[in-house]
């Protein structure tokens, strides 16, 4: 029983895993119909869909396919697909007149004809909006033209499957070969990588690297492709989109110019993911590229761009789609072009650009259509030179706010100042900027700007003009103290209003002048060529201006033939930092970054442009052309002087070699307050004259120290003149002593001026000065016990050599004059020939503070250093220079110019 039992229980068994392998083979067999099913439907439906379902009924072979009933559902949905996407006749027709009309010349023409033409379009006008890829259907449409968008529209991405790489390759070559064909040779730079080539992916395209047309990048070089594309686009837009116009293409159409080229970089890949730092990169380089000028053609490159992107993806089955067709339009791209074809086109491309290259910009190509059409809100900037036959700016803008020139001499300096001048006071107006030019070295680059006897006209930006001051350090330091008060002021101006920077103080005082300022110092590094106190105090001012100029629109443009200049800034990146511009000229050595020597081997008229500090791969090359010549600045200068010389006075024309007239420094002494002595011109912006008021004080005398005659009896005879001048008329009296033979003549002319103001004058010789000066002294007394008296005004010719005749009685009457005289009207102007003769004199009855004022001429700092006790001087003789101090005024002495009369012109 158990036996039969165990049998019946294995008999079940059995029966059950063959009714379960039955179940599973009829299941197989069902799902594999299905499946076989499926495929046959979608076979049916693929082929029904790209040879159109017209097409197909028409095909015997076909025709009883599609009576079957098997396939009767797909049929029936493609029939209602195809009515959904019924095209009428005209819409192909319509759909290629929009690309026609959009995809201009070479961009969008059939054939192949096209490939043998060179484009012209320089980006400034009409562009392509489209590009032609191909011909597609919808449905059993007519085929219309296909064209994606890229120059400054869009970037591009084609995806492909394994065995369509080729026909993807194909259609970015004729793409790129379009481009080229329509926009000028130069106007657009390629970059091609391929994560599997070293030669990349576009060979036929190789004879553009000749002339840098074409980079090809290794595969190991993405990053530094994306680096150099980031740097690219940090330098637009700090450097070309300063004015705040939003892309290259807004800059083009509201300038009429377009100097950055197009850059097209085609990165293709194998499908797989970029590594994050180089993906992330990326995606940043497309954000920012399109407003740059940057465009992307990613082939089987995956990535998300925040960016506009159009797409076309090759598929396994053969179809072809768009972003700009959908996907049901069925894109058929144009046929490869022939690689000899391709090569050819390259080649001649290559060789118009080379010519391009060659041409010579010319000093007019630096001038605008029109003058004065920018703004200088964000900055300044304006070609100097030539690039490829492109120009090359320079800016001064807050990220690059000063600009620091090196070269020796003769290589070309001078030229590249005067071209910059030019370039950018075409550009401007005077409300825009305005210039302070200074040329150290003796020569007068910059004297052409102002007006002379043969050229009547000025340049009306031209503020200041600084010339032959080689010895008048003085002069530069006088600049930076002008535009050290100039940044207060405008600093002060920007708080009251609530903002920090001159952009702002614009925009929120649009009825102020605030123009932007251009300092120019040409061979600056006579400017710390001593250690004294000018050179302290303008290290000082220099350090302030440039530190803080940058945000009150207040820039240095430094230029020097050697290196002294720029060591006076070593251990002071205060200053040296802020020179972000640099410009080297040919063996031009220390401008530069010191691993940085591209300027050894330039060519002459030729310079180095960094906007970057200095570091190597802010190197741009240029050309400057001639400047110098006559027909270039002066016709530019004349032009600009019938534009504005009647809202803009002539530049103040400061010359080293030239003295004040008398007459000139006297214009505005009348009387009106207290007497005034012009004893020359204060070396400032201004020209400010040089007075020393001699009000009824103790100590209100004026000494003049040094042997000469000259000078010294120049400076007498204008500060004689101001007191006749500024007295009332007919109230004073004047005592001339012509104690030398040589002074008898300067005085009798100082009589004269005291006559014309109606005043009376009595010239006292040699032998009659002791008993005058005697009587002078006993009025001196009266006046103080009570007895009034007219001003009076001493002036002694060769003070010293009144001791030959002076008794220990005249003497003492002389010291009572200068001690007491003063305080009741009587002033002493006196010429000393020895400082130690003075100083006899002011022993016992006067002091040193008797002499108020004094001016040290042919006399060493060393010999007048008792005049002013606790101070170090540090002075040397100069020709028609003095040492001027007033006690009343200076805590220290200051440098002034010697005036000439009338008579000695």
């Known amino acids: 029983?158990?036996?039969?039992?165990?049998?019946?229980?294995?008999?079940?068994?059995?029966?059950?895993?063959?009714?379960?392998?039955?179940?599973?083979?009829?299941?197989?067999?069902?799902?594999?119909?299905?499946?076989?099913?499926?495929?046959?439907?979608?076979?049916?439906?693929?082929?029904?869909?790209?040879?159109?379902?017209?097409?197909?009924?028409?095909?015997?072979?076909?025709?009883?396919?599609?009576?079957?009933?098997?396939?009767?559902?797909?049929?029936?949905?493609?029939?209602?697909?195809?009515?959904?996407?019924?095209?009428?006749?005209?819409?192909?027709?319509?759909?290629?007149?929009?690309?026609?009309?959009?995809?201009?010349?070479?961009?969008?023409?059939?054939?192949?004809?096209?490939?043998?033409?060179?484009?012209?379009?320089?980006?400034?006008?009409?562009?392509?909006?489209?590009?032609?890829?191909?011909?597609?259907?919808?449905?059993?449409?007519?085929?219309?033209?296909?064209?994606?968008?890229?120059?400054?529209?869009?970037?591009?991405?084609?995806?492909?499957?394994?065995?369509?790489?080729?026909?993807?390759?194909?259609?970015?070559?004729?793409?790129?070969?379009?481009?080229?064909?329509?926009?000028?040779?130069?106007?657009?730079?390629?970059?091609?990588?391929?994560?599997?080539?070293?030669?990349?992916?576009?060979?036929?395209?190789?004879?553009?690297?000749?002339?840098?047309l074409l980079t090809v990048h290794d595969p190991s070089g993405l990053a530094p492709l994306l680096e150099e594309l980031s740097d690219r686009i940090r330098r637009v837009h700090n450097r070309v989109l300063i004015d705040g116009q939003p892309s290259l293409r807004a800059l083009a159409q509201e300038t009429g110019k377009r100097d950055e080229p197009w850059v097209v970089a085609v990165l293709v890949g194998n499908g797989q993911a970029l590594p994050d730092d180089e993906h992330r990169q990326l995606q940043r380089v497309a954000r920012g590229g399109l407003a740059c000028g940057v465009h992307l053609v990613l082939v089987d490159v995956p990535l998300a761009m925040g960016a506009p992107v159009e797409t076309i993806a090759f598929t396994t089955s053969g179809l072809v789609t768009t972003s700009m067709t959908g996907p049901h339009a069925q894109v058929e791209p144009d046929a490869p072009l022939e690689p000899t074809a391709v090569s050819a086109a390259c080649h001649r491309i290559a060789d118009e650009h080379d010519v391009r290259r060659a041409r010579i910009g010319t000093f007019v190509d630096l001038l605008p259509d029109k003058p004065g059409t920018q703004r200088s809100i964000a900055g300044l900037h304006a070609p100097i030179g030539f690039d490829g036959g492109r120009d090359r700016q320079l800016l001064l803008v807050d990220a690059s706010p000063h600009a620091l020139i090196g070269g020796p001499s003769g290589s070309g300096k001078t030229n590249l100042l005067l071209a910059m001048i030019a370039s950018m006071a075409s550009r401007y107006s005077p409300d825009e900027l305005e210039l302070y030019l200074l040329d150290f070295k003796e020569g007068v680059s910059f004297a052409q700007l102002a007006p002379s006897r043969q050229d009547e006209s000025w340049l009306?930006?031209?503020?200041?003009?600084?010339?032959?001051?080689?010895?008048?350090?003085?002069?530069?330091?006088?600049?930076?103290?002008?535009?050290?008060?100039?940044?207060?002021?405008?600093?002060?101006?920007?708080?009251?209003?609530?903002?920090?920077?001159?952009?702002?103080?614009?925009?929120?005082?649009?009825?102020?002048?605030?123009?932007?300022?251009?300092?120019?110092?040409?061979?600056?590094?006579?400017?710390?060529?001593?250690?004294?106190?000018?050179?302290?105090?303008?290290?000082?001012?220099?350090?302030?201006?440039?530190?803080?100029?940058?945000?009150?629109?207040?820039?240095?443009?430094?230029?020097?033939?050697?290196?002294?200049?720029?060591?006076?800034?070593?251990?002071?990146?205060?200053?040296?930092?802020?020179?972000?511009?640099?410009?080297?000229?040919?063996?031009?050595?220390?401008?530069?970054?010191?691993?940085?020597?591209?300027?050894l081997d330039l060519p002459r008229w030729h310079a180095v442009v960094n906007h970057e500090s200095g570091i190597r791969h802010g190197n741009e090359i240029v050309r400057v052309p001639n400047a110098s010549a006559r027909g270039t600045v002066d016709v530019v200068q004349r032009h600009l002087h019938a534009l504005y010389a009647e809202q803009n006075p002539p530049p103040r024309l400061f010359d080293g070699s030239r003295s004040p007239r008398t007459e000139d420094l006297l214009a505005g002494a009348a009387p009106g307050g207290e007497p005034i002595a012009l004893v020359g011109q204060v070396i400032d912006v201004a020209g400010s004259p040089a007075t020393v008021p001699l009000p009824d004080v103790p100590g209100r005398n004026l000494g003049v120290l040094g042997p000469g005659l000259r000078d010294a009896v120049r400076l007498l005879d204008c500060a004689g003149a101001a007191l006749a001048a500024t007295h009332q008329p007919g109230t004073a009296e004047v005592l001339l002593a012509p104690l030398v033979v040589d002074a008898r003549k300067p005085a009798d002319r100082l009589a004269a001026r005291f006559a014309d103001h109606g005043h009376s004058s009595r010239t006292v010789p040699l032998e009659e000065f002791g008993e005058r000066i005697r009587e002078l002294a006993a009025e001196v007394t009266a006046r103080h016990a009570g007895t009034p008296g007219r001003p009076v005004v001493v002036v002694l010719y060769a003070a010293d050599a009144a001791e030959a005749v002076l008794d220990r009685p005249g003497t003492d009457a002389l010291r009572t004059v200068l001690h007491f005289g003063p305080e009741v009207g009587v002033h002493v102007l006196g010429w000393w020939r020895s400082v130690a003769r003075l100083k006899a004199l002011l022993i016992g009855g006067a002091a040193v503070d008797d002499l108020g004022a004094w001016v040290a001429l042919d006399v060493q700092g060393t010999e007048v250093q008792t005049l002013v006790p606790g101070m170090l001087l540090s002075w040397s003789p100069r020709p028609g220079r003095g040492l001027w101090f007033d006690r009343a005024q200076h805590a220290d002495p200051e440098v002034i110019i010697v005036p000439t009369p009338e008579e000695d012109l």
């Open 1 to 212: 029983m158990v036996v039969f039992g165990r049998r019946r229980r294995i008999r079940e068994a059995y029966e059950a895993l063959c009714t379960s392998i039955a179940t599973a083979l009829g299941g197989a067999e069902t799902a594999a119909e299905r499946v076989r099913r499926a495929h046959l439907d979608a076979v049916v439906e693929l082929l029904l869909r790209e040879k159109g379902l017209a097409a197909a009924r028409a095909d015997p072979a076909l025709a009883r396919v599609l009576a079957s009933s098997g396939v009767a559902d797909v049929v029936r949905r493609v029939e209602q697909d195809a009515s959904a996407l019924a095209v009428p006749d005209e819409v192909p027709a319509r759909l290629s007149a929009i690309v026609a009309d959009a995809a201009i010349g070479a961009a969008g023409d059939r054939g192949t004809s096209w490939l043998e033409r060179t484009g012209d379009l320089d980006g400034t006008g009409a562009l392509p909006g489209l590009w032609r890829i191909g011909t597609a259907r919808l449905g059993g449409s007519a085929p219309f033209d296909v064209a994606v968008p890229l120059l400054d529209e869009s970037h591009l991405q084609v995806t492909t499957a394994l065995d369509r790489r080729e026909a993807g390759i194909a259609v970015v070559q004729g793409l790129l070969m379009r481009v080229l064909s329509t926009v000028e040779p130069g106007a657009v730079e390629l970059h091609v990588w391929d994560v599997g080539q070293l030669t990349g992916p576009l060979p036929d395209l190789h004879p553009l690297t000749r002339t840098g």
């Open 460 to 599: 009306p930006h031209a503020r200041l003009i600084g010339v032959n001051i080689n010895t008048d350090r003085e002069f530069g330091l006088a600049l930076l103290r002008f535009l050290s008060a100039e940044l207060r002021r405008r600093a002060e101006a920007a708080k009251e209003h609530g903002v920090a920077k001159l952009e702002d103080l614009r925009e929120v005082d649009p009825d102020g002048r605030w123009p932007r300022i251009v300092a120019v110092v040409d061979e600056f590094q006579y400017l710390f060529g001593v250690r004294d106190t000018v050179t302290r105090e303008s290290i000082r001012l220099l350090e302030d201006v440039a530190r803080r100029g940058r945000s009150q629109g207040i820039h240095l443009v430094l230029a020097s033939q050697d290196v002294s200049g720029i060591e006076a800034f070593w251990g002071r990146p205060a200053i040296f930092e802020q020179f972000v511009v640099r410009i080297a000229l040919p063996r031009a050595r220390r401008i530069l970054d010191e691993r940085n020597e591209a300027a």
